[in-house]
Protein backbone atom coordinates (compact mmCIF):
# COMPACT_ATOMS: atom_id res chain seq x y z
CA UNK A 1 0.00 0.00 0.00
CA UNK A 2 1.51 3.66 -0.83
CA UNK A 3 -0.25 6.95 0.24
CA UNK A 4 0.75 9.83 -2.01
CA UNK A 5 0.29 13.39 -0.62
CA UNK A 6 0.85 16.11 -3.36
CA UNK A 7 2.08 19.68 -2.76
CA UNK A 8 3.41 22.84 -4.43
CA UNK A 9 0.32 24.38 -6.44
CA UNK A 10 -0.99 27.62 -6.42
CA UNK A 11 -1.74 30.52 -8.99
CA UNK A 12 0.67 31.80 -11.36
CA UNK A 13 0.96 34.10 -14.16
CA UNK A 14 1.56 33.04 -17.77
CA UNK A 15 5.28 32.18 -18.22
CA UNK A 16 5.81 31.70 -14.56
CA UNK A 17 7.21 28.58 -12.33
CA UNK A 18 6.00 26.32 -10.30
CA UNK A 19 7.44 22.75 -8.55
CA UNK A 20 5.10 19.96 -6.96
CA UNK A 21 6.41 17.51 -5.32
CA UNK A 22 4.27 14.29 -4.47
CA UNK A 23 5.50 12.10 -1.13
CA UNK A 24 4.83 8.49 -1.05
CA UNK A 25 4.64 6.62 2.72
CA UNK A 26 6.24 3.26 2.85
CA UNK A 27 9.64 1.68 2.35
CA UNK A 28 9.48 0.76 -0.86
CA UNK A 29 8.87 3.67 -3.02
CA UNK A 30 11.90 2.76 -4.96
CA UNK A 31 9.99 -0.35 -6.19
CA UNK A 32 7.20 2.24 -8.10
CA UNK A 33 6.64 4.02 -11.54
CA UNK A 34 5.64 7.16 -10.81
CA UNK A 35 3.50 9.38 -12.77
CA UNK A 36 1.67 12.54 -13.18
CA UNK A 37 -1.67 13.37 -14.63
CA UNK A 38 -4.17 16.65 -15.07
CA UNK A 39 -7.61 17.05 -15.07
CA UNK A 40 -9.21 20.16 -16.22
CA UNK A 41 -12.74 21.22 -15.51
CA UNK A 42 -15.18 19.36 -17.87
CA UNK A 43 -12.05 17.40 -18.97
CA UNK A 44 -10.66 13.44 -18.95
CA UNK A 45 -7.82 13.33 -16.64
CA UNK A 46 -4.70 13.21 -18.76
CA UNK A 47 -1.25 12.17 -18.51
CA UNK A 48 1.22 14.55 -18.11
CA UNK A 49 4.56 12.89 -17.24
CA UNK A 50 6.33 9.82 -15.76
CA UNK A 51 9.26 8.69 -14.32
CA UNK A 52 10.97 5.13 -14.15
CA UNK A 53 11.85 3.20 -10.86
CA UNK A 54 15.44 4.30 -11.03
CA UNK A 55 14.91 7.64 -12.82
CA UNK A 56 16.58 7.10 -15.52
CA UNK A 57 13.77 6.82 -17.82
CA UNK A 58 11.19 9.82 -18.80
CA UNK A 59 8.38 9.97 -20.86
CA UNK A 60 6.21 13.12 -21.24
CA UNK A 61 2.91 14.52 -22.95
CA UNK A 62 3.87 16.29 -26.15
CA UNK A 63 2.08 19.36 -25.09
CA UNK A 64 4.48 19.65 -22.17
CA UNK A 65 7.99 18.74 -23.34
CA UNK A 66 10.88 20.76 -23.42
CA UNK A 67 8.84 23.09 -20.46
CA UNK A 68 8.22 20.59 -16.97
CA UNK A 69 10.30 18.23 -16.28
CA UNK A 70 9.98 15.10 -13.63
CA UNK A 71 12.22 13.74 -11.36
CA UNK A 72 12.49 11.74 -8.30
CA UNK A 73 14.56 11.22 -5.27
CA UNK A 74 14.27 7.77 -3.61
CA UNK A 75 16.03 8.32 -0.56
CA UNK A 76 13.25 10.89 0.26
CA UNK A 77 10.51 8.89 -0.83
CA UNK A 78 9.67 12.27 -3.05
CA UNK A 79 8.75 12.66 -6.81
CA UNK A 80 8.70 16.13 -8.20
CA UNK A 81 7.25 18.16 -11.43
CA UNK A 82 9.11 20.81 -12.78
CA UNK A 83 6.92 22.97 -14.49
CA UNK A 84 8.62 26.35 -16.59
CA UNK A 85 6.92 28.67 -19.08
CA UNK A 86 3.18 27.59 -17.52
CA UNK A 87 0.61 28.25 -19.88
CA UNK A 88 -3.29 29.10 -19.18
CA UNK A 89 -3.87 25.84 -20.73
CA UNK A 90 -2.12 23.97 -18.20
CA UNK A 91 -4.52 25.33 -15.43
CA UNK A 92 -6.06 22.07 -13.80
CA UNK A 93 -6.15 20.18 -10.97
CA UNK A 94 -2.49 17.76 -10.95
CA UNK A 95 -2.54 14.33 -9.40
CA UNK A 96 0.38 11.80 -8.18
CA UNK A 97 0.41 8.47 -8.91
CA UNK A 98 2.24 4.88 -8.53
CA UNK A 99 2.57 1.89 -9.73
CA UNK A 100 4.28 -1.09 -8.92
CA UNK A 101 7.10 -1.93 -11.47
CA UNK A 102 9.10 -5.24 -12.24
CA UNK A 103 11.86 -3.69 -14.19
CA UNK A 104 13.94 -0.67 -13.86
CA UNK A 105 13.14 0.97 -16.61
CA UNK A 106 9.33 0.96 -16.93
CA UNK A 107 7.05 3.83 -17.56
CA UNK A 108 3.22 3.97 -17.76
CA UNK A 109 1.44 6.41 -19.47
CA UNK A 110 -2.17 5.10 -19.01
CA UNK A 111 -4.33 6.15 -16.24
CA UNK A 112 -5.97 2.55 -15.85
CA UNK A 113 -2.37 1.56 -15.30
CA UNK A 114 -1.80 3.21 -12.00
CA UNK A 115 -3.44 1.31 -8.96
CA UNK A 116 -2.17 4.69 -6.29
CA UNK A 117 -3.31 7.93 -6.55
CA UNK A 118 -3.07 11.49 -4.59
CA UNK A 119 -5.93 13.74 -3.85
CA UNK A 120 -4.00 16.56 -6.37
CA UNK A 121 -3.30 20.01 -6.19
CA UNK A 122 -4.62 22.82 -8.01
CA UNK A 123 -2.55 24.41 -10.66
CA UNK A 124 -4.09 27.66 -11.85
CA UNK A 125 -1.76 30.09 -14.90
CA UNK A 126 -3.59 33.34 -15.48
CA UNK A 127 -2.82 35.04 -18.90
Known amino acids: QVQLVESGGGLVQAGGSLRLSCAAS????????MGWFRQAPGKEREFVAA????????DYQDSVKGRFAISRDNAKNTVYLQMNSLKPEDTAVYYC????????????????????WGQGTQVSVSA
Open 26 to 33: GRTFSTYA
Open 51 to 58: VSRSGGNT
Open 97 to 116: AAVYAVTLAATMSSVRGYSY
